[in-house]
């Protein structure tokens, strides 16, 4: 069993930014793994945010955190992060990072993000 372990989230202030990490346990590599963030309210569809690809570090972005969020990867530390600036209310979910490689996915806990004055 591969375990992401997701940290950084938070309450923040509207226009505020916060930076998300996801660490894949020692013993398993993310290398080869596509890995992103998807993200979900209450009640709600879990939603694709940004995914980065295992080789030529290529990025896609949700057309509503465009601009706003940056994912990068660094393999030696066996970590991504989702830099997020200029938090929105909307923003408001639980962050799940993945990792994705062939029929094989594996997701973290989640971690709560909270943007409110």
């Known amino acids: 069993q591969v375990q992401l372990v997701e940290s950084g989230g938070g309450l923040v202030q509207p226009g505020g930014s916060l930076r998300l990490s996801c660490t894949a346990a020692s013993g398993f590599t993310l290398d080869y793994y596509a890995i992103g963030w998807f993200r979900q309210a209450p009640g709600k569809e879990r939603e694709r945010v940004s995914c980065i690809d295992s080789s030529e570090g290529r990025t896609d972005y949700a057309d509503s955190v465009k601009g706003r969020f940056t994912i990068s990867r660094d393999n030696a530390k066996n970590t991504v992060y989702l830099q997020m600036n200029s938090l929105k209310p909307e923003d408001t979910r639980v962050y799940y990072c993945?990792?994705?490689?062939?029929?094989?996915?594996?997701w973290g806990q989640g971690t709560q993000v909270t943007v409110s004055a």
């Open positions: 993945y990792a994705s490689a062939g029929v094989y996915t594996y």
